[in-house]
């Protein structure tokens, strides 16, 4: 278990939708990262926050949005949701910024769109 | 071409064989570099981390950086059934904090 909690764990939602993935950090990590896993693409990072604000932007679509709140949890939001979207979305945490050796990831959220 | 390359496999090796997995990058920029293990369905583990060329060893598991290559391998001693897995290697740079994935290989350890 390596700490970071992620919900829900599965997701199935029609085409044109919206949802939103909720990641809780490990206990003291102030960086949170989301990422994309599908199966021709793999991982992709699509946003970073650190402590509320946003450092640093992947191949994040318009569609999706995310934040960080003070309570250091952050959510994920993917909307206006096309069947290509269906994939794996993982939250990772670690203490600072810039330090990919500290990086955790969460057992992810499986969403399928239909 | 992707940054970062691996070999999707599915590479099947008995079990006590000695398991390479290779990686390859096009990013000079690149200065650290991870292998993760990832079981089916499951969040990437973090396994071995380096910012040198050369190797590192920890238990079962030995990283070798090639700078000038721009090669990377994961050398797993006595493999075992429960290495099954896909194993991906990942690189960063030193002010970026994301990581860029390659696309994993997937390791099947036979009894």
């Known amino acids: 278990d390596s700490g970071v909690t992620q919900t829900p764990k599965h997701l199935i939602t029609a085409t044109g939708q919206r949802v939103t993935l909720r990641c809780s950090p490990r206990?003291?990590?102030?960086?949170v990262y989301w990422y994309q896993q599908s199966l021709d693409q793999g991982l992709q990072f699509l946003i970073q926050?650190?402590?509320?604000?946003?450092?640093a932007k992947g191949n994040i679509l318009e569609r999706f949005s995310a934040q960080q709140f003070p309570d250091l949890h952050s959510e994920l939001n993917l909307s206006s949701l096309e069947l290509g979207d269906s994939a794996l979305y993982f939250c990772?945490?670690?203490?600072?910024?810039?330090?990919?050796?500290?990086?955790?990831f969460g057992e992810g959220s499986w969403l399928t769109v239909v | 071409q992707k940054e970062v390359e691996q070999d999707p496999g599915p590479l099947s090796v008995p079990e006590g064989a000695i398991v390479s997995l290779n990686c390859t990058y096009s990013n000079s920029a690149f200065q650290y570099f991870m292998w993760y293990r990832q079981y089916s369905r499951k969040g990437p583990e973090l396994l071995m981390y380096t910012y040198s060329s050369g190797n590192k060893e920890d238990g079962r598991f030995t990283a070798q950086v090639d700078k000038s290559s721009k090669y990377i391998s994961l050398f797993i001693r006595d493999s075992q059934p429960s290495d099954s897995a896909t194993y991906l290697c990942a690189n960063g740079t030193g002010t970026a904090s994301k990581l860029t994935f390659g696309t994993g290989t997937r390791l099947q350890v036979t009894l």
């Open positions: 206990s003291g990590d102030l960086s």
């Open positions: 926050y650190y402590n509320g604000e946003e450092r």
């Open positions: 990772a945490s670690s203490v600072e910024a810039g330090r990919g050796n500290t990086i955790y």
